[in-house]
Each structure stands twice: as C-alpha cells, then as structure tokens.
C-alpha cells in the first residue's frame, strides 16, 4: 500500500499528460469486458425488472400492473408448490452428493492402486452435459424396458414407475443429478483432504484415538473451508435445476416435478405471460441471495480458521 | 503436488512399522485385509460411475427390434443402423463443429477480457475503483435465468436470433473469470513491475511479457469453466436457436429425443455421438481439467 502511494507521487506532478494515458489504458483494459456485460447483463436486468411490472405476451404492447405480478405469484398455490419441488430436489440431492463425495474421496485418499485411474473414472460424469445425463438416466430408468427396473424385476423387487409417475419423477431427477456431480464434490474434497496436515493425525494416533475419531475430530473439522464450499454451490446450482428436469420430466407427470427456472420457461415460451415469468425470476435471484448471504454469515460461524 | 505428498507419506509409513518382525507381519497382514476391501469399494465405485456409460454403447448398438425386451450386454447382431438414422435426421458433424468453435470463441474471448480487466483491477489506479469493482462482482451473483427473458427480446431487438453471434455475445465477459485472475494477479510483488516501469516497459508490455504468464495456472482454470460451460450450456441455445445448422450438441440431441421418442437406439447413438468429442479432450487434458477444478475449492 505504501509503496504504490509512494509510486504515483511523481507522476502526480506530471498530472495532465499521464492522467490522460493512464485513463486511456484504463479504457483500453477495461472496455473489453465493461461493454459486454453492460449491453449483456446490466440492461437486460433493468428491462427484466421493467418486464415484471408489466403484463406482457412478447407480441402486443405491454400494460403496466405495477406490483400485481409478484401479488398474483405469491397468493398462487402453484407457485408454492413449485417452489417446494425445487426444495425437495435440494434436500435429496444435497446429501447424496455430498456425504457420497465425501465418502469417495475419503476413499481415494487411502493407499489405493490405481489412484489416478479411478479419480478419472469418477469424474467422467462430470465433463458430461446435463441433456446426455438426462437422457442416459432416463433410459436406465424406462418404466417397461429399462435396466434398474429389469434388475429390480429380476430381484422380485416392486418396480416403480419412475419418470413417468408423479411420486417418483423427482426421486429419478435426483438420482441422475447426484450421478453426475458426486464426481466433482469429490475432487474438491479430496483436494481438502490431501491439505490436512499429516502430523497432526500421527500425533493423535499415538494419543490412541481411533481412525473413527480421528475422522470425525481432526479432519472434518479441518475440512470445513471446502466442504462449506461445495455446498453454497450446490444450494445455488439446486436452486438453478433445469436441464435435466427439462429433459426427463418436462415438469411433469401433471407438473410434479415443475421446479423454478422450468416454470420461468414455460411461462414466457409456452403461456406468453413474459411479466410474470420475470416476477418469478426475481423471486428466484432474491432467495440465491439469501443463500450468498448465508455464505457471508456462516462462512465467519462455522468453518474452521475462515 | 498434493499426490506427492501422500505418496511419500504412505511409502513412509511401512518404515516406521518395521520395529520387530512380529509386528511387521500382523500389521502387513491387517494392511492387506483393509487395502482388500478398499479396492473392492473402490472398483464397485467405478463401476457405478462407468457402467451408464458402456450401457449407452450397448444400447445405441442393438437391433431396434429387440430393444422392446431390454438389451443384453453381449449384443446378438450388433448394428449401426440407429447411427445412419442418427445421421440422416440431424447434420452431427455440423453441430459438433459448432459445439467446438462456440466453446473455443467463448473461451478465448473470456480469457482475454478477463485477463485485460483483471489487470486494470490489479494495476492500474483510478478514482471509483471500488465502485467498479462491486459493480463487476455484483453480476456475478445474477443467474442466467433471470436474464432469459429479456435477453431474448434484446436478441430480437438486434436481429441477432438463431446466429452464432447470439451464443457467444453474452459470454463474452464473466465476472468469475475476472475475480479469479485478478487474486492470481494480486499476489504477483508489485516490484516486478515497478522495476520494469523504470526500464521504459508500458502497460501492454508488462501485461503481456510478465503478469499473464505469471497467471498460467488460474488462466486455464478459467480456460477449463469457460468450455465446460459453453459446451454444456442449454437454456440460452434452447430459447434462441431454431435452425439444425447453429444448434449445438445439446440442443440437437435434445430435437433428437423430440424426434425418436421410443426410439432409444437412436437417442443413445447421439448421446454417444456427443460424449465422444469431450471424451476426447478429457483424456488428453484431465489432470489440467481435475485439478482447475479442485483449485476453485481451496481459493
């Protein structure tokens, strides 16, 4: 700080001529990334808060409602529904992925043959788009000829409908979700792991703790930067659900598994209620806000040496 | 660098147990047992996370006609007859090219707008630094969805709908790229370039010739989320291209499952026809790809 103030004194008093160039540099560095996401982000979101004020087809001219969108939203029993889908992917697919991640990494952090092969192998479902996922597990999971149920058949195990009825279309949306990303919460914990310094596991070793403790005292705690991280990812990602509720459900059967950002969809391209759809969109910016500022506070609270 | 450590640590670990014979050969024997159960898990692991993959190929493979009763893994009369149809219906080679040159572009440009605008954030002072700063990261936080909406109508405004230049123009600059490369650029002394100030070095040189190849390592993390979003991404190309000729690979397989519902040979012809490119990649580029991965989790 010091050293940059003691910088700029001598050229402050060449003032006109450097300030000059260096504003020109600035525009030269910044304008690149400052025109886009002006034209790209800040003008769409103000004419996105503009729409939600309006009841608009995207044909016609627009009529002004004022607040009546977000009044109509919110007294709606199917907003709230969807809404509780969107929860209800977050709370099966939370724990599966991370307790899963965490048990693979875990895992991989043994003395394993092959280790490299494996990390690799796990991961592979990562780099796959949400649509090859969606459609994978929707064939895996064909009601009449699919895989799992030939093999529950097989078992004499009942054999559910899966996608294709309301109780277990979100179960079969969660399943291929927690497939794909189990390997990437893995990688970023076994990043974690491999940072635990060793010492102090030997160290409470000798003190005669068992591996169990040692996990659950020593290494969890320490693991916390990264497990707190992919978790506020996850939330927000859950919160985002939509190309693979797309693809397998379409929001149905008979909308059970409508999640947010499906119902943002349908309603501009399907219903033409463009206003509304963008009411809902800020509904749901306002509650990826709220879980950022449960990252700012819970990051202080609860993750070791934040 | 984390591999190594762990590596010598369990090369060491054996030493330390050698004391007195007896307790060399019950530890050994403990190990085994353990290490046994650990690579069953392990490779049961694997099989759960590879095996979608090998019944996609099994599937695309099988004669549509006993599709009805499930395939089988060892296929009677294996045929490519689902991967003509596949071609006959959508141009693949044309969407793969345009899944690759969308990536690529999108990639590029997101390096250099990030890199360029890391720096000015890094080293270049101005007055409202603070306030530009806050207003980059504040995008940050906007999701794509809440822009769809608008963002189409403005695609429209423009004429710009159904073209190339509609997918990459709104990722063209991410703040994520920026926040990312201007912490690698933080950390770099500052007497580096104060020392090259005063041997005559301007601002493009000392950018180009010292700061961004001192950023290498955040840059192709940035380079690995850029295409990895880009190659995926489905919303935005599924609300505003139409024409097969721009569509890239999710979307064409997303029209695909359109076309053939019950048809899964053909479905899974173009699921595997869509992994391969990126497969490709991976095998070539995956311990890059892991690890920018993993370095977002430590920050």
């Known amino acids: 700080m010091t050293s940059a103030a ?25 304008l690149p990334s400052a ?63 991370y307790f899963g991640g965490l048990a693979l990494a875990v895992l991989l952090n043994q003395k394993i043959y092959g280790r490299a092969f ?61 497939w794909k990303d189990l390997g990437f919460v893995m990688v970023i914990l076994l990043a974690g792991l491999q940072a635990v310094p060793g ?8 003190d005669g703790t068992n591996a169990w403790q040692r996990f659950w005292r020593i290494t969890f705690p320490l693991l916390s930067p990264s497990s707190f991280f992919v978790i506020v990812i996850s939330l927000i990602n859950g919160f985002q659900v939509f190309d693979q509720v797309y693809m397998m459900t379409g929001g149905g059967p008979s909308g059970s598994s409508q999640v947010i950002v499906g119902q943002i969809y349908d309603l501009t391209f399907r219903y033409g209620r463009a206003g509304e759809a963008s009411a809902l969109s800020w509904i749901l910016f306002l509650l990826i806000m709220l879980v950022t500022a449960f990252q700012l506070v819970g990051q202080k609270r609860w993750v070791h040496n934040a | ?26 530890s050994s024997r403990r190990l085994s047992g353990r290490s046994l159960v650990l690579h069953a898990l392990v490779v049961l692991g694997a099989i759960m996370m590879l095996f979608p993959f090998l019944w996609t190929v099994v599937t695309s493979i099988t004669p549509s006609g006993t599709l009805a009763s499930g395939p089988s893994l060892l296929v009677k009369d294996p045929t490519l007859d689902a991967y003509r149809k596949l071609f006959d219906s959508l141009p693949v080679g044309r969407i793969i090219a345009n899944s690759l040159f969308i990536a690529i572009a999108t990639t590029v440009l997101q390096l250099l707008t990030s890199s360029m605008a890391a720096y000015a954030f ?67 002394p500052r007497d580096l370039d104060e020392a090259a100030t005063l041997d005559g070095a ?55 499952k359109g076309q053939y519902t019950t048809e899964w040979d053909v479905v899974m ?5 869509s992994i391969i490119p990126i497969a490709v990649i991976y095998l070539f580029a995956q311990k890059h790809i892991i690890e920018g991965m993993s370095h977002t989790g430590l920050k």
């Open chain 1, 6 to 30: 003691h910088t700029w004194e001598p050229i402050a008093t060449r003032k006109k001529k450097t300030d000059w160039k260096r504003y020109g540099w600035l525009a030269f560095f910044l």
């Open chain 1, 35 to 97: 025109i886009p996401l002006a034209i790209f982000v800040f003008r769409p979101m103000i004419s996105s808060l503009w729409i939600s004020l309006h009841e608009w087809n995207l044909i016609s001219d627009m009529k002004w409602v004022g607040l009546e969108n977000y009044s109509k939203l919110l007294s709606s029993d199917q907003t709230w529904d969807i809404i509780g889908h969107t929860l209800l992917y977050i709370a099966g697919y939370l724990p599966i992925v």
């Open chain 1, 118 to 178: 494996f990390r690799s192998a796990y991961f592979l479902p990562v780099i796959t788009s949400w649509v090859v996922v969606a459609l994978v597990w929707q064939w895996l999971l064909n009601p009449s000829n699919g895989l799992v149920n030939q093999v529950l058949g097989f078992l004499n195990l009942p054999q559910p409908g899966w996608w294709t009825d309301p109780v277990w279309a979100m179960p079969s949306v969660i399943l291929a979700s927690a």
């Open chain 1, 199 to 206: 010492d102090v596991l030997e160290a409470a070793k000798m």
């Open chain 2, 1 to 26: 660098m984390p591999d190594s450590t762990v590596l010598t640590q369990s090369t060491r670990a054996p030493q330390a147990h050698s004391s007195s014979k007896a307790d060399k050969v019950t």
């Open chain 2, 122 to 188: 890094s080293r270049i002072a101005f007055r409202g630094k603070n306030v530009v700063f806050a207003l980059y990261l504040a995008t940050m936080m906007i999701p794509m969805q809440v822009l769809v909406v608008p963002l189409f109508i403005q695609m429209t405004e423009f004429k710009l709908n159904d073209t190339y230049l509609s997918l990459i123009a709104p990722t063209i600059a991410a703040a994520f790229g920026i926040f990312l490369v201007k912490q690698a650029m933080d950390s770099i």
């Open chain 2, 202 to 256: 301007g601002h493009l040189r000392i950018f180009s010739t010292m700061i961004l190849p001192l950023t290498k390592a955040s840059l192709a993390t940035l380079a690995v989320f850029a295409f990895m979003g880009s190659w995926n991404s489905f919303l935005w190309p599924l609300v505003v291209i139409r024409s097969p000729e721009f569509m890239t690979l999710p979307l064409g397989l997303a029209t695909l």
């Open chain 2, 269 to 273: 012809a173009g699921s595997v026809m």
